[in-house]
């Protein structure tokens, strides 16, 4: 009899689908990961005029158009003054897929993956996926990855360690002299540095730095996504870069398992990323007034919580029994242990919500907080 694989029965389902399931239909919703603002009409119009030129009838490269390449490398000039051959770009079913090509290309069957814990549940899982052995780290007081942290956690059989800034679940973002350290421990380990940088635009304080920027060997790959920085979720379109011989290894991959990403979705990215950026600037800007109302109410809630710095998470200390209380009152978040061991004792809130919804939400937080305290 056919088995199941073991490396697939060792993965569920994520743990934040079973809150989604487990609340009313008149929650308000704290545990989406995607901004609640449109795509921009530049983008849309752009797969539209694709699609009905024709031009999207066909399979692409498999590394994508040309154009959307051009854009990616385009874009890493303009906000990092990289030279990034197009050549060097595949474009993927979002970030998640190029996460999966990282680990795909990277990681033999047994060896190790470090990533933050609590962390994005696709490390764990896609380490899995790859018959890699998952080495969660635990995060400092600020919820940011200690370089110092990696560099201990790193034996023989570390094959990637993963740097997610700004962070899902956290909101945390790495300083500069935290990139400056991962890239040099790539370089000196001569271990792999997968950075995943789907929020790189959404940022409050600061610009964001990749490793990438200081990396003296090819030891730093970078994952990014149209997703969130241009409420593309749906889309479906994200990329990695890398040196020459990574890409083409990922690249086996990704033409076995996707041939190419979607070409309207390619065609809309391009748009994107070369079109005006009021749209993503008016996004974080409203991302940074609602992390200010949501810190103020959890504050006032008496809940402690690390200043999220980016993204569009808080991850506050709280209460046995918290997150139950507070979804039986129709607020819907996400246990912190649905992102790692270390995330028990915490939620995720996610202010991809309006204001108003997110005002009421946090009355009825501070109210289930005096509840359980009690
Ligand atoms: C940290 C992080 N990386 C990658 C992804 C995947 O993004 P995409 O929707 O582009 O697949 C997400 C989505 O939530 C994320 O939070």
């Known amino acids: 009899m056919t088995e199941f694989a073991d490396r697939v029965e060792q993965v569920s389902i994520s743990g934040i689908r079973k809150v989604f399931e487990a ?7 704290l ?6 603002f449109p795509t921009p009409a530049h983008a849309r119009r752009a797969a ?3 699609i009905e030129a024709g031009d999207t009838d066909a399979y692409t490269s498999n590394k994508g158009t040309m154009g959307v390449r051009e854009a990616i490398s385009a874009k890493y000039d303009r906000d990092y003054g990289l030279e990034v051959d197009p050549e060097d770009v595949v474009a993927t ?11 795909e290309a990277h990681v033999d069957p047994g060896e190790e993956v470090i990533f933050p814990d609590p962390g994005f549940v696709s490390y764990d899982a896609l380490t899995r996926i790859a018959s890699g052995t998952p080495k969660p780290i635990p995060l400092r007081e600020d919820l940011t990855m200690d370089p110092a942290a990696v560099e201990e956690a790193i034996t023989d059989d570390t094959a990637v360690f993963v740097v997610n800034s700004p962070a899902n679940p956290t909101g945390a973002v790495q300083s500069e002299d935290d990139m400056r350290e991962f890239a040099r421990i790539a370089d000196e380990h001569d271990v792999l540095c997968l950075s995943d940088e789907v929020y790189e635009h959404i940022v ?17 790959v970078v994952v990014s996504a149209c997703s969130k920085t241009y409420s593309m979720t749906g889309w479906r379109l994200g990329w990695v870069t890398g040196s020459n011989r990574r890409i083409e290894r990922m690249l086996r991959v990704h033409q076995y398992a996707q041939a190419c990403a979607s070409a309207p979705a390619q065609y809309a990215a391009e748009a994107a990323l070369t079109g005006p950026h009021e749209p993503v600037e008016e996004m974080v800007e409203a991302f940074e007034e609602r992390r200010d109302i949501v810190l103020d109410g959890l504050e006032d809630a008496g809940l402690e919580v690390p200043t999220p710095k980016g993204a569009f998470y808080a991850m506050p200390k709280v209460p046995e029994g918290w997150c139950a209380e507070v979804l039986d009152r129709g607020v819907v978040v996400v246990p912190g242990d649905a992102f790692g061991e270390n995330g028990a004792g915490s939620a995720r809130l996610s202010y991809a919500t309006g204001t108003e919804e997110l005002k009421r939400a946090l009355e009825i937080i501070a109210e289930a907080t005096r509840v359980t305290r009690e």
């Open 23 to 29: 609340a009313g239909e008149d929650a308000i919703n």
């Open 31 to 36: 545990g989406i990961g995607q901004p609640d």
């Open 48 to 50: 539209i005029e694709a």
């Open 93 to 103: 079913a979002g970030g998640s897929e190029a996460l999966h090509l990282v680990l």
């Open 204 to 220: 409050f304080e600061g610009t964001h730095r990749s490793p990438l920027e200081f990396a003296e060997t090819d030891n730093v």
